[in-house]
């Protein structure tokens, strides 16, 4: 009853978040110098026809009467109509989402499957070679700009190996799954089409592991922190004493107790993944939510920009409440008062 409470009462206070990102959002973007009209009508529009589709957009009413009738609309389900696109915002949202959110999980099970056991062995081999080489390799991670280790890597693998593809989310010449999800890799893998699959999963590789690498780096150095605190634990020389292996005594009993922070720098940055991923689609033509953003930005499309703020937030507030219910899952000494 307890959790349903907490829930209840997170969902709530996620409406003024929201309310206050909508505000920010909306009057930042709308101070911007430019004209969307004009850049909507071309660059050979007469003044009239400017005019005219400025009224239509509602761009010569006061601001704050623009932002009433943006959150009317917000709130009946409509979020605008792209003036980049010339079709509604929410079509342009469901074919550009799926990519990024399927790029971004598999950038974060990278991050998981390597950053935290990276981080266990670093703190388990404390001041040793293999903790020197974590500790440095990690370093490198979070200090690398994403574009230049893309470039690197398409340089190495695309051009000169010729190994991997270098864009796109497919091989040319296949045609897209079934749309069931937007997700290439799933909609594949439920259709049951495994060429498709395959070619889904190697498009994947190079951008997942441009964005993957600060996210190890990060998640290397928090677990290392944390596991060496929890190392001193009592019960983890008691563990060893009873004839506990390392590997039982590190992820059975330390890692547990040491996820905590883990979990809350998961959450973090994976909603960081989800709206930086700006550069990394943008090397490898990734057709995601970030170069949708970085188009709707160029060309002043304020209604485009407002749903893709709302989405990371509402995505990175509900990705965080999900982190929070599962502290009580690792602990049960936890409640939610």
Do not use: C
């Not at 495994?194 to 070619?199: E, I």
């Not at 009592?234 to 009873?242: G, I, S």
């Not at 499309?301 to 965080?320: G, H, S």
């Amino acid at each position: 009853m307890d959790a349903l409470r907490y829930i209840i009462k997170r969902l709530l206070l996620m409406f003024p978040i929201l309310f206050g990102i909508t505000v920010l959002t909306f009057f930042i973007s709308n101070t911007i110098p430019g004209d969307p009209a004009r850049l909507a009508a071309g660059p050979h529009a007469d003044a009239k026809v400017i005019e005219e589709l400025r009224e239509t957009m509602g761009l010569n009413k006061p601001l704050y009467v623009q932002y009433g009738t943006y959150m009317n609309n917000l709130v009946h389900g409509d979020f605008g109509f792209s003036n980049f696109s010339h079709q509604p915002v929410i079509e342009d949202i469901k074919a550009y989402f799926p990519a990024t959110l399927e790029l971004t999980l598999f950038s974060m099970f990278i991050t998981i499957l390597i950053g935290i056991p990276f981080g266990v062995i670093s703190a388990n081999k404390k001041d040793k070679i293999a903790d020197q080489f974590t500790r440095v390799m990690s370093l490198m991670g979070v200090a690398m700009p994403a574009f230049w280790l893309g470039i690197l890597l398409l340089l190495f693998f695309y051009l000169q190996l010729g190994i991997l593809p270098g864009s796109g989310r497919l091989d040319t010449g296949l045609s897209p799954p079934v749309t069931i999800t937007g997700m290439y890799t799933l909609d594949a893998l439920l259709s049951g089409n495994w060429t498709v699959f395959q070619s889904a999963i190697i498009h994947l590789i190079l951008p997942a592991i441009t964005q993957a690498a600060v996210t190890i780096g990060m998640i290397t150095r928090m677990t290392r922190s944390s596991m060496l605190e929890v190392l001193k634990s009592d019960y983890v020389r008691t563990a060893y004493a009873k004839g506990g292996t390392d590997t039982r005594v590190l992820y059975g009993h330390a890692l547990r107790n040491g996820m905590m922070p883990i979990l809350t720098l998961l959450g973090m940055t994976f909603g960081h993944s989800l709206g930086g991923s700006v550069l990394v689609e943008s090397v490898f033509s990734w057709p995601g939510l970030g170069k949708y953003a970085v188009n709707a930005i160029t060309y002043l499309d304020f209604p485009a920009v407002m749903a893709v703020t709302m989405l990371i937030a509402i995505l990175f507030i509900t990705v965080n409440l999900i982190i929070d219910i599962l502290y009580q899952v690792i602990d049960p000494r936890l409640n939610y008062d």
